[in-house]
């Protein structure tokens, strides 16, 4: 096995690692909080503090 | 596991219903490099079509030309984005100014023209890879597993904050520019022992005029992307000092970028050859004879378009997670991750979406589909300048940057746009005609269908007294 | 004005959206591709014989295609005498600009529609 073919599979590898790296912590991610809370975000709440307009 | 505060108003300063929102760490290096990181790769590949469609000073009048349209573009943004501070970007601001279905257009554009680009990207690193393993005697190497790993690369990097992810954006974008200057330099135009012969290889337009115009279509290469410093808005720490900033700084380093690659490239290869190489650059630092040259521009090429990949992901599930959040989408894409505060529900999705253009749809497809979308967007921001400030006059809202001459620079854009219409209708005009009728049915769909999820006046996040006129 | 008070989108619902909407952007890239109307590609000229001279090629230029690999004119002359064909037909102009301008019309008078509706929720309720 040639240090090429050699990098292919590390790189099939590698990407299956990362698959499972995020697909692992999405599902705790989902599992743990409320949908409430991770769909909490609003547009323009920093703003409304930081700015005055007018 | 650590787990943050997430509830805690003090921890960013936000209050309100959003418990778990994005989170202001970046600056405006972070700007310019995602801006610069997403255009960077058009140097390394594909600008060089533009020789190809009108001869090598077609290429440099529509590198100029495309570079004022790009310019226009930067000082729009900057003026509309330093106001309108979210995440979303173009999004936002039509959403704000032009109307929700403008809005829910422009959001469309945003994540096809960074997906595409990305599937684009991850494609050029597979046969850069092809490549390097045939020059070091290894014929046939398969390219899939490496485009599918740059993919999940990055996307796991951009799940995990974006603070790390535009740190690694920076870096890499820095010495991809670097090494365009040190071939500049390599090539040392100034002494007689120059490789550079533009006396001799410099020919005539060899389609004329038309051809001109024809070049304008891949001259939005050398800059296609900048706009999406914008989507960082909701992220930076300063968005009215930092967006301008890193945007104009951005495009500036670009034009230099451009104007030096045509420089060496066209004085060191017939432009019959230049008009349909693969990797120009690269091909470039061949032609001096240097080794270290070839390896630097060979990592150039490599990092170009990791870093533009890195900055489409971001850009792209920006804009998809804005539209979640608004219910222009599923609501279900608008969450955040409450530890690495990212949209990392859009960032999952679009990665078999890339994946699947990357290694099933041909490239030159692919490009234009991005082209495309990015000249829709183009024709939309010189509208939305103008009702922008006749909605809102000046002095009537606070705004971080005033771009100078106001309409000047919305018209040029207008003209230009017009013009890239035609160049791309030479060459594509049933794409374009596809890529329309795709628009106008997925908009027909928005405005019967989508729109009724759709909270009213919730959309108008903006502290801004009633528009003129309404 | 009266609120505007939206349905709740059920999961399913939100699902089916998707779909659709990943079906007409397949659709976009893939049908100009099937029904075989993608882009034009550039053409050669080839001449029998080819000289680098006939090919108006100067003496840099061969040094430079014999550096990146043709070492002959035979070679290099499908690269050298490929070009673009850039005719068009003035109703296919006229289609396209039909196309692109119908689009934003239509596009910034729908906004404007929603947009007011926007804005008198908005405004109207202070």
Not at chain 2, 108 to 131: I, R
Not at chain 3, 56 to 68: D, F, P, S, T, Y
Not at chain 3, 83 to 92: K, P, Q, V
Request: proline share 5%.
């Amino acid at each position: 096995m040639d240090v090429w073919t050699f990098l292919e599979v590390a790189a099939w590898a590698l990407s299956a690692l990362f698959a499972v790296l995020i697909i692992a912590d999405w599902i705790r991610i989902d599992s743990t909080y409320d949908e409430d809370v991770l769909t909490s975000s609003r547009e323009g709440e920093i703003e409304a503090l930081t700015e005055e307009h007018r | 596991m650590a787990q943050t505060d997430i509830a805690s108003p003090v921890a960013d300063g936000m209050v309100h219903a959003t418990k778990v929102g994005l989170v202001r760490v970046l600056g405006p290096a972070h700007v310019w490099a995602l801006g610069v990181g997403i255009v960077l790769v058009g140097e390394y590949m594909g600008w060089n079509f533009a020789v190809g469609k009108g001869g090598a000073y077609a290429a440099l009048i529509a590198c100029w030309f495309a570079g004022l349209l790009y310019s226009c573009v930067a000082m729009i943004d900057s003026e509309v984005t330093s106001t309108v501070a979210a995440a979303g970007g173009q999004y936002t601001q039509a959403k704000h100014i032009v109307g929700p279905l403008m809005a829910f257009n422009v959001g469309l554009y945003l994540v096809f023209a960074y997906t595409m680009l990305e599937a684009a990207n991850a494609l050029t690193v597979g046969f850069l890879m092809e490549t390097v393993a045939a020059m070091a005697g290894h014929e046939g190497l398969n390219p899939q597993p490496f485009i599918v790993l740059s993919i999940l690369f990055l996307a796991w990097l951009n799940y995990r904050g974006v603070l790390a992810t535009l740190n690694f954006s920076l870096v890499i974008t820095a010495v991809a520019f670097v090494a365009i200057l040190i071939l500049f330099l390599g090539t040392a135009p100034w002494s007689d022992a120059t490789p550079l012969r533009h006396a001799e290889l410099m020919t005539d337009l060899p389609y004329g005029w038309l051809g001109v115009l024809a070049a304008m279509h891949f001259g939005l290469w050398y800059y296609l992307g900048i706009e999406g410093t914008c989507q960082a808005a909701e992220e930076v720490r300063s968005p009215a000092r930092s967006l301008p900033f890193g945007t104009l700084a951005g495009i500036m380093t670009l034009v230099i970028a451009a104007t030096l690659t045509w420089y060496v490239c066209v004085g060191l290869m017939p432009w019959e050859y230049l008009g349909q190489s693969g990797v120009p650059l690269f091909d470039a630092a061949r032609m001096t004879g240097s080794t270290a040259l070839l390896v630097l521009l060979g990592v150039g090429t490599l990092f170009a378009t990791l870093a533009s990949a890195n900055g489409c992901i971001n850009d792209a599930s920006r804009a998809w997670f804005s539209m979640g959040r608004d219910h222009y989408l599923p609501a279900w894409f608008g969450a955040v991750h409450p530890v690495y505060r990212t949209p990392y529900r859009s960032i999952i999705f679009l990665v078999p979406i890339a994946l699947v253009f990357a290694l099933g749809a041909p490239l030159d497809q692919v490009v234009t589909f991005s082209i495309l979308s990015g000249l829709l967007g183009y024709t939309f921001m010189p509208f939305n300048m103008i009702m922008f400030r006749r909605k809102w006059p000046l002095g009537s809202i606070k705004r971080g940057y005033v771009h100078p001459m106001h309409p000047v620079p919305a018209i040029v854009l207008i003209l230009l746009c017009a013009v890239t219409f035609f160049a791309v209708f030479l060459g594509y005009g049933t794409q374009l005609i596809a890529m329309v009728v795709f628009y106008i049915v997925a908009s027909l769909w928005f405005h019967l269908r989508r729109y009724r999820y759709v909270k009213r006046a919730d959309q108008f996040t903006m502290p801004w007294p009633k528009p003129q006129g309404y | 004005m009266a609120r505007y008070r939206p349905p709740a989108q059920s999961k399913l619902g939100q699902i089916v959206d998707v779909i659709v909407l990943l079906a007409l952007t397949f659709g976009a890239l893939y049908l100009p591709l099937y029904m075989g109307l993608a882009g034009r590609t550039a053409s050669p000229s080839p001449q029998e014989n080819p000289t680098w001279e006939s090919l108006g090629q100067n003496e840099a230029m061969v040094e430079r295609w014999n550096a990146l690999g043709y070492a002959d004119p035979t070679a290099a002359q499908d690269i050298i005498t490929s070009r673009f064909d850039y005719s068009f037909g003035a109703l296919s102009l006229i289609v396209m600009v039909v196309v692109v301008v119908g689009y934003f019309v239509l596009m910034f008078r729908l906004s404007d529609r929603e947009y007011r509706e926007v804005i008198a929720e908005k405004f109207g309720r202070e």
